[in-house]
Every structure is written in structure tokens, then in C-alpha cells.
């Protein structure tokens, strides 16, 4: 898991302050932002993905490499091998304050103006859903079919729910990666 280490005065450790955390966030989260158009775009080029559960929870993994890359090279290269769990913190909530406004401004481009049509696939797959857990009562499925179509699935939603959403998912992965690659003193 991690390490802590007894720090002694042949250690070499960089002072924290004077070690920016800022410029290696902005390029792990550009690497983010482009797993999440990528990961956007696919549905509309391969047939299947749409509904597909394990295609919706295949983007986390991209994310989880791009902590472990981004905390090593942290590591390795700025931080004469320790990383303690301040600056995994400060880099998870960096990367995700950098990615979030490019993804949901992605996003809502994604759906209003390149793939509108997407939308409707969406919630014909949640009709579907919807009328295989509720076969008795068609009523109901149109209630909970209106309302999702009012206010869950819009563009301007959708867009809302990537702000809301993205930061906190990023502070999830990146601690928990941090959580394996952390190095503190003692």
C-alpha cells in the first residue's frame, strides 16, 4: 500500500511549497478531457455501446491510469520520490477544477449540436428499461418518462450533471490511486 518513511538528513526532500503542482495538473487534465471526448464520441461510431453497462464504466479506467501516471511522474520527477497525500489531494482537485468546464462544455456541444439524435437513443434505451421494470402500469412509465425528458435528459442537464459530477469524481480516483503510491515522512 503506501510508505512512510523515517526522514534522516541524508534524505533529500524538496521543500512543497516551492514545488508547483500546477503545471503537471494541467497536463494530466488535458489527457482527461481527451479520454472524455473519446469516450463521447464512440457510441456514435460503433453500434451496441449505447445501453452497454460495461462500456459506460470503461471510461473510469482511463482515469485511474492517468492518476497513476500523473502521481508518479510527480513522484519520480519533482518530489525526489516522496508524494504525500496533501499534494495527491491538490493534484486529484487541480485536475478535475482544469477538465470539468472542457467536459461539460464538450458535452453540451456533444448532444445539442453533433448528436442531437443521441439523446433519443438514450432515452428509448431508458424507455425500455423503464417498461421492462414497470410491464403493468404504462401510466407510470409515461410519468417517469416525462419527467426524465424534461429535466434529466437536455443538453443544458447533462451539462449541469458533468460540473457537478466531474470534480468529485476525480478527487474519488485520484485518492484512491493515491492511497497506493504515497510516500510519506515520518
Known amino acids: 500500500m503506501s510508505e512512510i518513511i523515517d526522514y534522516n538528513e541524508q534524505d533529500t526532500l524538496p521543500v512543497l511549497e516551492s514545488i508547483s503542482a500546477w503545471p503537471i495538473a494541467q497536463k494530466y487534465a488535458i489527457y482527461s478531457v481527451c479520454i472524455s471526448i473519446f469516450h463521447g464520441i464512440l457510441p456514435l461510431v460503433i453500434d451496441g455501446l449505447l445501453g452497454n453497462r460495461l462500456f459506460q464504466f470503461s471510461g473510469m479506467i482511463p482515469i485511474i491510469a492517468i ?89 443544458s442537464s447533462m451539462t449541469f450533471f458533468a460540473l457537478f459530477s466531474t470534480v468529485p469524481t476525480h478527487l474519488f480516483f485520484g485518492c484512491l490511486v493515491g492511497l497506493f503510491q504515497r510516500k510519506e515522512l515520518k
Not at 477544477?97 to 437513443?121: M, R
Not at 425500455?128 to 437536455?154: C, H, L, R
Open 67 to 155: 492518476f497513476y501516471f500523473c502521481f508518479k511522474e510527480h513522484k519520480t520527477n519533482d518530489l525526489n520520490g516522496f508524494l504525500p497525500f496533501g499534494r495527491i489531494l491538490r493534484l486529484s482537485l487541480y485536475i478535475g477544477l482544469i477538465s470539468t468546464p472542457i467536459i461539460a462544455l464538450w458535452i453540451f456541444v456533444l448532444y445539442k449540436f453533433i448528436a442531437p439524435g443521441l439523446l433519443d437513443a438514450i432515452i428509448e434505451a431508458t424507455r425500455k428499461a423503464v417498461e421492462e421494470k414497470i410491464p403493468d402500469n404504462p401510466d407510470q412509465v409515461e410519468g417517469i418518462m416525462s419527467f426524465y425528458t424534461k429535466w434529466i435528459f437536455t443538453p
